[in-house]
């Protein structure tokens, strides 16, 4: 077959995605395994939102409302904005696809940062710009680097915050300093992925800077159901930003890009406090006690602001990984970080935290690491 592939399209290496559980039970024969790789919520979504999915399962047949009017307004609601300052995607994916779409021209520079999530990159490539990679330093954001790389070129700046995979965070005040350096026809995109997770005093005021009238850059912020209201299977997402990105968003948006169960259960879950409020309990409590007790089997665990940390078990974390899926375990490695000795693993349920302890405790025996 000859194709006229486009280059920068073609030298794209598509994101590696987490191993799913039926592929583990497939490939080593293990009954019910667990997966801690994919910083997802081990609670599963709200079961009111179960509930509205399972409601409007009979109205298929239509199409979706485009405007996700009754989310949006339920969003600006909690929020404390305008609706028109809102836009709904299909997962933040799809919301970070919109910015490079309608900022990005061939050329252009975005620069994100090293470790970070793969899909800044990506989209960029894909729309035929140039990505400036800026690497963590001290496991955080380099801001005085990010902004010694900004040029006459640069058109977005990505900045996961928390950090995934490091779940580490930039104070307020460090950000704010960080807008004064920049010039204003710029924008900065803050992924706040896992923003519900965050104590308060660590979180950047979103909405003061999307309104502010200083001569900073823009700034918007991008948020999920995928995390802690645990709807990562219906891909919602939202950006909110000023009205006149929200608009230039819209421009580049398919009519219909939110599914009937994706809307239906994403108002339903952020109107269910008691189980988004277990969920951050859960998280909290599953986490201190993880730290606590892989630090007694003589790893280092670090810091986190999310639903996930940092393990360095003092050994090549690709054998341990594979090592932990032999018992049924789903971590994950982080050596295409750079990370050589280092495994993400991500808060599960009370009974999931003991087998990965059980696992994670024999395989550091087997592998003579500890």
């Known amino acids: 077959m000859k ?13 590696p995605p987490g191993k799913p559980l039926d592929e583990l039970e497939r490939e080593y024969g293990i009954r019910n395994p667990i997966k801690l790789a994919s910083n997802e919520n081990p609670w599963g979504p709200s079961p009111r939102a179960v509930e509205a999915v399972k409601g409007a399962l009979g109205g298929l047949h239509r199409y979706p409302d485009g405007s996700c009017y009754y989310l949006t307004r ?32 061939t050329d252009d520079e975005v620069i994100s940062s090293f470790p970070s999530f793969l899909m800044y990159q990506k989209f960029v490539q894909i729309r035929g710009g140039k990505n400036i990679v800026i690497p963590l330093r001290e496991m955080t954001h380099d801001l005085g680097a990010v902004t010694a790389a900004v040029t006459r070129k640069t058109r977005l700046i990505f900045l996961d915050n928390p950090n995934n995979p490091c779940a580490t965070a930039i104070p307020p005040a460090s950000f704010a300093a960080f807008l004064q350096t920049l010039p204003e026809d710029l924008i900065v995109v803050l992924d706040e992925a896992y923003v519900d997770f965050m104590p308060a005093e660590k979180r950047i005021d979103l909405l003061s800077l999307i309104r502010q009238h200083q001569a900073i850059p823009a700034v918007v912020g991008l948020r999920t159901f995928s995390k802690a209201y645990g709807l990562g299977g219906l891909r919602v997402g939202y950006a909110i930003a000023h009205r006149k990105i929200c608009s230039l968003l819209h421009r580049v948006r398919q009519p219909f890009n939110i599914s009937v169960p994706g809307q239906v259960g994403a108002l339903a879950a952020l109107e269910d406090e008691e189980h988004y ?16 007790e892989v630090e007694k089997l003589g790893c280092r665990a670090y810091p ?67």
């Not at 404390?80 to 900022?103: D, M, Q, W």
């Not at 409020?277 to 606590?292: C, F, K, N, S, V």
């Open 3 to 15: 194709l006229h592939t486009v280059s920068h399209i073609a030298d794209i290496k598509p994101y």
């Open 277 to 292: 409020r277990h969920t951050l309990d859960a998280t909290r409590a599953g986490l201190d006690r993880l730290r606590r």
């Open 304 to 370: 986190s602001c999310t639903n996930f940390f940092l393990i360095d078990v003092r050994g090549d974390a690709a054998a341990l990984y594979e090592a932990m899926l032999h018992r049924g375990v789903i971590i994950r490695s982080m050596q295409a970080y750079g990370f050589a000795t280092f495994i993400r693993v991500t808060v599960g349920t009370d009974e999931e935290n003991d087998r990965f302890l059980k696992a994670l405790s024999s395989c550091l025996k087997e592998l003579h690491y500890v």
């Open 74 to 105: 339920a969003l600006a609601d909690r929020l404390e904005c305008h609706p028109e300052e809102i836009v709904v995607g299909n997962g933040s994916n799809e919301l970070i696809e919109f910015l490079v779409k309608a900022f990005v021209q």
